[in-house]
């Protein structure tokens, strides 16, 4: 468990020196641990070292992490594909959703988030690599959504997300994010309380960073490579 706090204090030194050398000033760059497929116990050694938000893929598998972790001062955020059936565990359980990509499921999150928990903080989810992804709408296409999602008083747009296509070239990752930044440049002439963007994962945090993300997700880099992704059952 010692690795991974010194992972974290290395993750969090490639932040710093990705800020400085955009000069941008590290604190504006929200580390997110994405501690899917890892348990509680390896969220708990990162918390000791100070993290305090982490990201969460499959909903079940967090919402049980969350229970049994309710004692430790946690921020949950939920970055994976959102199935209809499991909107009201997310909006239950967690303080934000990065990967809003239908108007259908955020009325769900909506109509479903308590009226006891603030606003639930969402992110449209972009398609910045053209046909190769499935995932998020179409560039262009953010704005009639986060019309939409203004008008759900249980939620609160706070800028935009993307997942592009993993590649090594370096040009290529700064096109995809610059692309994210410009959509949401453009989404805060209509709406200033856009503040954030979701870019950046352990092999391109440093591109995300100098395209001006606020929160990189960074998984493999803190907690080690994951054996094997194990999804859901859409029951
Ligand atoms: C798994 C995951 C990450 C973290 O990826 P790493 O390469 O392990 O850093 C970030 N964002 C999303 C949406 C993920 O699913």
């Given amino acids: 468990m010692a690795i991974i706090a010194a992972n974290l204090q290395a993750v969090r030194e ?7 050398g955009a000069n941008r000033d590290p604190a504006s760059v929200q580390l997110l641990a994405v501690s899917k497929t890892f348990d509680a116990s ?40 959102l199935q209809s059936n499991k909107t009201r565990l997310v909006a239950e359980h967690f303080a934000w959703v ?86 949401k440049e453009g989404l805060q002439e209509e709406d200033p309380a856009i503040d954030t963007l979701s870019m950046g994962m352990s092999d391109d945090l440093e591109s995300a960073i100098a395209e001006g993300a606020t929160i990189v997700r960074i998984g493999a880099a803190i907690f080690g490579t994951r054996a094997a992704v194990k999804h859901e059952s859409k029951k």
């Fill in 98 to 183: 990065h990967g809003v990509e239908r108007e259908k499921i955020a009325r769900r999150l909506n109509d479903t988030r308590s009226p006891q928990l603030p606003p639930l903080n969402v992110l449209i989810q972009v398609n910045v690599s053209g046909e190769s992804s499935k995932s998020g709408v179409a560039p262009g296409t953010e704005h009639a959504l986060a019309s939409a999602i203004r008008e759900m008083p249980r939620l609160r747009l706070r800028g935009l997300m993307a997942i592009p296509e993993p590649t090594a070239d370096v040009s290529m990752q700064r096109t995809r994010f610059a692309l994210l930044r410009r959509l």
């Fill in 14 to 20: 490639r932040i710093a020196r990705a800020a400085n």
């Fill in 42 to 81: 390896c969220i708990v050694a990162a918390w000791q070292a100070g993290q305090r938000a982490f990201g969460e893929n499959f909903a079940r598998e967090a919402v049980d992490k969350a229970r049994e972790l309710a004692h430790l001062d946690i921020e949950w955020h939920f970055i994976g594909p």
